[in-house]
């Protein structure tokens, strides 16, 4: 998965707002006036473009962004949220429950029973209608409990793990575009094509790419520990009125 996306780029912007879907769920967002949608992390979501409006699945837990340019070039960023949901009666005593981080667990809510999440450093958690909805921010396990209404006790365990080669694969850019990635244990990336990317990492775990001309790269990815090695394949296309010229 991609997790969540700090964009910055030299065209005119706009804030499309957020998103916030389960897995399955299908929602209809009004575009009107789209020349072009691109989505951060097409794992994550599904995006169908149908007459001024763009339609949303949500495939996998995860967040990522999906971006829609009017035809003045104006740019719209919309930040779209998947998010799993567990089912606290079909759930068994000492299970474990994986997440990457920045991916979401949602216990769906029942009067009947009470899920408690102890603090833990590797999960946040927070209580919404739908249900308490625990988030996995950094590498490592928390406990979670759930009590029910005739005594029962299941504990239960959440592990997060980092974001691997299964969960990033390709993202694509607009020439001048930067985009920064929060990856866990990330150790080192460099750019196959420097003419068309620029890499840079302020920090561990932070990585930004700069979207310098159009054409297509690799980004070699190195985590520590036993992360996979894995690329990430970057495409940059021109701005939609660069691309429109003849």
């Not at 007459?51 to 829609?68: F, N, Q």
């Not at 759930?91 to 102890?118: F, I, M, R």
């Not at 739908?130 to 365990?157: C, S, T, Y």
């Amino acid at each position: 998965m991609l997790l969540p996306l700090l964009l910055a780029t030299v065209l005119a912007q706009a804030d499309g707002g957020d998103v916030h879907l389960i897995l399955g769920e299908v929602r209809t967002v009004d575009t009107p006036g789209a020349a072009r949608i691109a989505v951060g992390e097409p794992s994550v979501v599904d995006v169908k473009a149908r007459d001024g409006r763009i339609e949303l699945t949500g495939l996998s837990a995860g967040d990522t962004t999906v971006a829609w340019w009017k035809e003045s070039g104006e740019r719209v960023n919309l930040d779209v949220t998947v998010e799993a949901q567990v089912a606290v009666a079909g759930l068994k005593d000492g299970a474990k429950q994986t997440v990457h981080v920045g991916e979401s667990l949602v216990y769906l809510k029942d009067p009947a029973w009470k899920v408690l999440v102890p603090k833990a450093p590797a999960v946040v958690s927070e209580q919404q209608p739908k249900g308490m909805m625990v988030r996995g921010v950094e590498k490592g396990e928390a406990e979670v409990v759930l009590h029910g209404p005739k005594g029962e006790v299941r504990q239960l365990i959440v592990k997060v793990v980092p974001i691997n080669d299964a969960r990033l694969t390709a993202i694509e850019l607009v020439k001048g575009e930067t985009v920064t990635l929060n990856l866990t244990d990330l150790t080192h990336a460099n750019a196959v094509d420097t003419d068309v990317l620029a890499v840079v990492q302020p920090k561990k775990g932070v990585l930004q790419l700069k979207a310098l001309a159009p054409g297509t790269t690799l980004v070699r990815l190195g985590f520590a520990g036993d992360v996979p090695r894995t690329g990430l394949n970057v495409t940059v296309a021109a701005p939609p009125a660069e691309s429109g010229k003849k």
